[in-house]
């Protein structure tokens, strides 16, 4: 089994800054992809952002605003989220594309963290 842990969501003003982070551990054999996901009241998940080893790829909505990272050492996945706006409110999922042996992939979920952009 795979867990992915969230964390530093939060309340943030109009233009501010959050740095979300997300950890797999378990069974892991490899993590092919690691990204993010939010979903905001009403509204269907929706991608953020994805990384692989050799690229990235952004929602036009938060290019040029959100920056993905991973440290593979760690199994970790980032999003520095910059110039964050009211529409940017949602809960975060961090998502992971784990090859649990060398022939299977399995995705894996987080519990979601809220992100919350208000003055």
């Known amino acids: 089994q795979v867990q992915l842990v969230e964390s530093g969501g939060g309340l943030v003003q109009p233009g501010g800054s959050l740095r979300l982070s997300c950890a797999a551990s378990?069974?892991?054999?490899?993590?092919?992809?690691m990204g993010w996901y939010r979903q905001a009241p009403g509204k269907q998940r929706e991608l953020v952002a994805t990384?692989?080893?050799?690229?990235?790829n952004y929602a036009d909505s938060v290019k040029g605003r959100f920056t993905i990272s991973r440290e593979n050492a760690k199994n970790t996945v980032y999003l520095q989220m910059n110039s964050l706006k009211p529409e940017d409110t949602a809960v975060y999922y961090c998502?992971?594309?784990?090859?649990?042996?060398?022939?299977?992939?399995?995705?894996?979920w987080g519990q979601g963290t809220q992100v919350t952009v208000s003055s």
């Open positions: 378990g069974s892991i054999f490899s993590i092919n992809v």
């Open positions: 998502y992971a594309l784990v090859m649990v042996t060398i022939l299977r992939p399995q995705n894996y």
């Open positions: 990384i692989t080893s050799g690229s990235t």
